[in-house]
């Protein structure tokens, strides 16, 4: 079955910094998802892309949609200590109503 | 508006018992979907209920069952309880459903089997 893959699995960065991590499939995705999970809380949504090459912002986070419909790149500027968390992408499975979750992104910010 | 609710928080079982645990949906959302977190599997999707239906189901045994109310809350019970089913279990509600991907997960029941 289809899977996605996250990079890196986890990253420790200074506060301040830029954050960049992506996902990728074996098989074509549609629509790319991406939620961020708390320390003791459900995810919510990030970004939601439903376009190949689609470009889209929401403040300091920007995600893209890959031209090949395989991948999708989640960027964080200027990263801050409310940003730690688990980034997790995301999406339908073809022919199937099936949501998939990554295998996810954990990042740690120090001060 | 409210969230997505999920009773109970914390719960700590032994093997051989069986737990159910419930969720409550935004109001309006009809489509609830129940996912099992553990470090090292990942959101795993159990399965979805649409007004009452089961429209998906993931690939988990058939200890894991579920069930929606006419006002949408859902139950999901697990049977026979094995150390390996401890876990993060979160559920999600959505308008439309999974394909839009757009879903609104609560804070989870982590229950832990001695």
């Known amino acids: 079955g289809q899977q996605l893959n996250q990079s890196p699995q986890s990253m420790f960065i200074q506060e301040g910094e830029d954050v960049s991590m992506n996902c990728t499939s074996s098989?074509?995705?549609?629509?790319w998802l991406w939620y961020k999970q708390d320390p003791g809380e459900g995810p919510v949504l990030l970004i939601a892309?439903?376009?190949?090459?689609e470009l889209t912002s929401n403040g300091r986070l920007t995600a893209q949609f890959g031209i090949t419909r395989k991948d999708s790149f989640l960027n964080i500027s200027a990263s801050i200590p409310s940003d730690v968390g688990i980034y997790f992408c995301?999406?339908?499975?073809?022919?199937?109503?099936?949501?998939?979750f990554g295998t996810g992104t954990r990042l740690q910010v120090f001060p | 508006k409210a969230g997505v609710t999920q009773t109970p928080r914390y719960l700590i079982k032994t093997r051989g018992q069986q737990v159910t645990l419930s969720c409550s949906p935004i109001?309006?959302?009809?489509?609830v979907s129940w996912y099992q977190q553990t470090p090292g599997q990942g959101l795993q999707f159990l399965f979805e209920?649409?007004?009452?239906?089961?429209?998906n189901k993931g690939n988990f045994p058939g200890r894991f069952s579920g069930r929606q109310f006419s006002n949408s809350r859902s139950e999901m019970n697990v049977s026979t309880l094995e150390l390996g089913d401890s876990a993060l279990y979160l559920c999600?509600?959505?308008?439309?459903?999974?394909?839009?991907?757009?879903?609104?997960f609560g804070e989870g029941s982590r229950l832990t089997v001695l």
């Open positions: 999600a509600s959505s308008l439309g459903g999974l394909t839009t991907g757009e879903l609104f």
């Open positions: 098989s074509i995705f549609n629509t």
């Open positions: 892309l439903y376009k190949a090459g």
């Open positions: 995301a999406g339908p499975q073809s022919n199937t109503d099936k949501l998939i």
């Open positions: 109001s309006g959302h009809r489509s």
């Open positions: 209920y649409f007004s009452e239906t089961q429209r």
